[in-house]
C-alpha cells in the first residue's frame, strides 16, 4: 500500500519560485487498500504531530505551524533533513540536497544570479548535521520496525521565468498549480500504479472540480468521481484491474502525514533559495530589508532595489511573478 502526499509553497508571492513537493510511504502489503493509516501514529516513537519542549521528536505537520520567522528554520530543517538521511546520506551542501530531491533545476539556477551560492553559505542552514544524523538513524530503525519506507521524497522548484511563461500561457494561476502537480501524479501513477495507492493533495487553490483535468492528463486511465464538494473531491482511477484513490482536501497537511512532509519539503526548499535571493540583493545594497516574496512587502522590496535592479539590467520577467 502507498500512501503518497503533495502541497506546496510560493503559491501566493510576488518574489521566488513556486516549490511542489510530494511525499510517498510504502506502508507494506498487510494494510486494505481503502485505509489511510496515520503515519504519525505507525511513527509516533520518533515523529510526533504537535512540537515537544524537549525537542525528542521529530516535528512534522503543517509547515505553517513548524516554520516561522520568530523560530527560524531549524525545527522544519531538522525534520525534513532526517527523513532524507533515513534513506541515505547528508548532503554535502544545498546544491547536493537539491540534487537528491529537484535536480531537474540544477540546470536553470545558474542563469539566476541571486540563486548561486555565495562563498560563506552554510549547511545544514540552521540545523546541526549531528542531531540530524542521529534521527535519521532512530527513524531508520522505527520505519524498519514497522515495516515502512519513504519511496519518494521530491519536489518541482518553478524559477520566475519558466513560472512566468506558464502563467502567460494559461492566463491561470490555478491551473499552473495543477500542471505541477499533475508531473508528481504522473510519477506515482508510473511508478507505482500497479499497486494499492492513495495519493492525497492539499486543496489546489480555489478549485474543487478536477475530474475533467484528471481526465485530460491521464487518459490511459478510466476515472470514477467519488466526490467534489465541500473542499473535499474524491477520484478514482482504474486501469488493469488496480485502483488509484486520489483525494484533494481543504488543510490536507493536518489530516495526513505524507501531505505535511511535502508542505515542509516545499517550505524549507524555498525559504533556502529565498536565503540565497536575499543575499544576492544584500551584496550589492548592505542597507536592503530582506524579503519573503510575498505581496505587500515583496512591492517594497521592489521599490528598495529598483535602482540598482535597473542598472543590473534585470527585466521585470526574469524577477516578477506575473500574477
Not at 498549480?177 to 500497479?194: E, N, P, Q, W
Amino acid at each position: 500500500m502507498i500512501v503518497a502526499g503533495i502541497d506546496e509553497a510560493g503559491y501566493g508571492p510576488l518574489l521566488g519560485p513556486l516549490v511542489v513537493g510530494c511525499c510517498a510511504f510504502d506502508l507494506g502489503s498487510q494494510v486494505r487498500p481503502d485505509e489511510l493509516p496515520c503515519l504519525w501514529k505507525r511513527l509516533s516513537k520518533v515523529v510526533s504531530k504537535n512540537r515537544l519542549v524537549s525537542g525528542r521528536k521529530l516535528h512534522v505537520n503543517d509547515s505553517k505551524l513548524v516554520y516561522s520567522p520568530a523560530n527560524g528554520l531549524k525545527e522544519l530543517e531538522r525534520s525534513v533533513l532526517a527523513v532524507l538521511c533515513a534513506s541515505g546520506e547528508m548532503p554535502a551542501d544545498l546544491c547536493e540536497a537539491l540534487g537528491k530531491m529537484a535536480d531537474h533545476v540544477l540546470e536553470e539556477m545558474p542563469d539566476y544570479p541571486w540563486y548561486r551560492p555565495t562563498e560563506d553559505e552554510a549547511f545544514p542552514l540552521e540545523q546541526a548535521a549531528l542531531p540530524i544524523q542521529m534521527f535519521a538513524n532512530a527513524l531508520r530503525a522505527e520505519m524498519g520496525r514497522t515495516q515502512t519506507k519513504c519511496v519518494y521524497l521530491a519536489a518541482r522548484v518553478v524559477l520566475e521565468r519558466r513560472l512566468n511563461q506558464l502563467m502567460n500561457a494559461t492566463r491561470n494561476k490555478a491551473s499552473v498549480l495543477f500542471s505541477v502537480t499533475a508531473i508528481h501524479l504522473d510519477y506515482l501513477l508510473k511508478r507505482f500504479g500497479g499497486e494499492p495507492m492513495t495519493i492525497f493533495c492539499d486543496r489546489q487553490g480555489g478549485r474543487e472540480h478536477y475530474g475533467s483535468l484528471l481526465r485530460l492528463m491521464f487518459d490511459e486511465w478510466s476515472l470514477e468521481v467519488v466526490r467534489e464538494q465541500d473542499g473535499h473531491s474524491e477520484y478514482r482511477l482504474h486501469a488493469k484491474g488496480n485502483s488509484v484513490r486520489i483525494l484533494f482536501r481543504e488543510k490536507a497537511e493536518m489530516q495526513c502525514m505524507a501531505v505535511a512532509l511535502a508542505s515542509m519539503l516545499s517550505k524549507y526548499l524555498r525559504e533556502a533559495l529565498m536565503r540565497r535571493f536575499n543575499a544576492f540583493w544584500a551584496g550589492h545594497m548592505p542597507e536592503v530589508v530582506p524579503t519573503a516574496g510575498y505581496y505587500n512587502d515583496g512591492t517594497r522590496f521592489l521599490r528598495d532595489i529598483d535602482i540598482k535592479r535597473r542598472e543590473l539590467g534585470i527585466a521585470d520577467e526574469e524577477l516578477i511573478r506575473s500574477r
